[in-house]
């Protein structure tokens, strides 16, 4: 990856945390293994979307299903010209513009309200249906998480996708291997990602989720046959911060005195960024 985009993927972490602690709560790990994945999608051209215009009705659709993750897309929207810092740094805050999880309305480039796990390809599914029927070429993206594929909507939607060829439905999976408490495979015992999403009648491809490089081909290059794809993203949650990584209580947490000074020193943070 070139540094421009190593520079920025650092500086969206960096901006994950300083809202998040400001606004005194966050899914931080789960925003932080996605930052590549939606980076990828909104700055590097995957996405035909224009902030300028961002209510184009050829524009492709971004659900962010795993909505915890809301900061990780609100970020990576103002980075793209989308929402404004000010909005951003309302979060949390009385009468803010955005709220915990992303909410229809409160910002462009928000395209679905999201956080109860498991309805976002559901919605998806019927976005993808309608550019299908409009034939203007457009495609929608879903993200989910590997710990909201416990649940059975998600199947549901699987299932339906693959019935209607929906072939402009991209979904990614991050996979991160974690849930909220522990790892998915000690949850759910044996777990092949590939195996279940090839059965629902889905290509699928896997790829490295933090090497924005490996994405831009594999999001230029999937497959044409009439039927939706899933991208196997393997990501680590927490990515970024040492002390994060691969650790399933930072699911939700926020850091004491000693984390932080970890935090702010491996993400380059001052004590004046975080002045409330």
């Given at each position: 990856m070139?540094q421009?985009d190593?520079?920025?993927?650092?500086?969206l972490?960096k901006?994950?945390f300083t809202?998040?602690?400001?606004?005194?709560m966050g899914?931080?790990a789960?925003?932080?293994s996605?930052?590549e994945?939606?980076y990828?999608?909104?700055?590097?051209?995957?996405?035909?979307?224009?902030?300028?215009?961002?209510?184009m009705?050829?524009r492709?659709?971004?659900?962010l299903?795993k909505?915890h993750g809301?900061?990780?897309?609100?970020?990576?929207?103002?980075m793209a010209?989308?929402?404004?810092?000010?909005?951003?740094?309302s979060?949390?805050k009385?009468?803010?513009a955005?709220?915990?999880e992303p909410?229809l309305?409160?910002?462009?480039?928000?395209?679905v309200?999201?956080g109860?796990?498991?309805?976002?390809?559901?919605?998806?599914?019927?976005m993808?249906m309608?550019?299908?029927?409009d034939?203007n070429?457009?495609?929608?993206?879903c993200?989910i998480?590997?710990?909201?594929?416990q649940?059975?909507s998600?199947?549901?939607?699987?299932?339906?996708?693959?019935?209607?060829?929906?072939?402009?439905?991209?979904?990614i999976l991050?996979?991160?291997e974690?849930q909220?408490?522990?790892?998915?495979?000690?949850t759910?015992?044996?777990?092949?990602?590939e195996?279940?999403?090839k059965?629902?009648?889905w290509?699928?491809v896997t790829?490295?989720?933090h090497?924005i490089d490996?994405?831009?081909?594999?999001?230029?290059s999937l497959p044409?046959?009439?039927?939706?794809?899933m991208?196997?993203?393997?990501?680590?949650?927490?990515?970024?911060?040492?002390?994060m990584?691969?650790?399933?209580k930072?699911?939700?947490?926020?850091p004491n005195?000693?984390e932080?000074?970890?935090?702010?020193?491996?993400?380059s943070i001052s004590?004046?960024?975080?002045?409330?």
């Amino acid at each position: 990856m070139n540094q421009v985009d190593l520079d920025n993927c650092k500086a969206l972490r960096k901006r994950i945390f300083t809202v998040a602690y400001k606004g005194g709560m966050g899914h931080l790990a789960s925003c932080f293994s996605s930052v590549e994945i939606i980076y990828t999608l909104l700055l590097k051209g995957v996405m035909k979307c224009d902030a300028a215009n961002p209510t184009m009705q050829e524009r492709d659709r971004f659900v962010l299903s795993k909505g915890h993750g809301g900061l990780a897309l609100y970020t990576t929207l103002e980075m793209a010209g989308f929402i404004s810092k000010e909005d951003v740094d309302s979060y949390l805050k009385p009468n803010a513009a955005i709220g915990g999880e992303p909410n229809l309305g409160d910002a462009a480039g928000i395209e679905v309200s999201t956080g109860s796990l498991g309805h976002g390809l559901s919605m998806a599914v019927g976005m993808a249906m309608a550019q299908k029927l409009d034939g203007n070429g457009a495609r929608t993206f879903c993200l989910i998480g590997d710990g909201e594929s416990q649940e059975g909507s998600i199947w549901e939607a699987a299932m339906a996708a693959s019935s209607f060829e929906l072939e402009n439905l991209v979904g990614i999976l991050d996979c991160n291997e974690l849930q909220k408490t522990n790892r998915i495979d000690e949850t759910m015992k044996y777990i092949s990602w590939e195996e279940k999403w090839k059965a629902f009648g889905w290509n699928v491809v896997t790829v490295d989720g933090h090497d924005i490089d490996a994405m831009v081909e594999t999001f230029s290059s999937l497959p044409k046959n009439h039927k939706p794809t899933m991208v196997i993203a393997k990501t680590t949650k927490g990515k970024g911060v040492s002390i994060m990584e691969g650790v399933p209580k930072w699911h939700f947490k926020m850091p004491n005195k000693k984390e932080l000074k970890v935090i702010m020193e491996e993400l380059s943070i001052s004590e004046e960024e975080l002045e409330v």
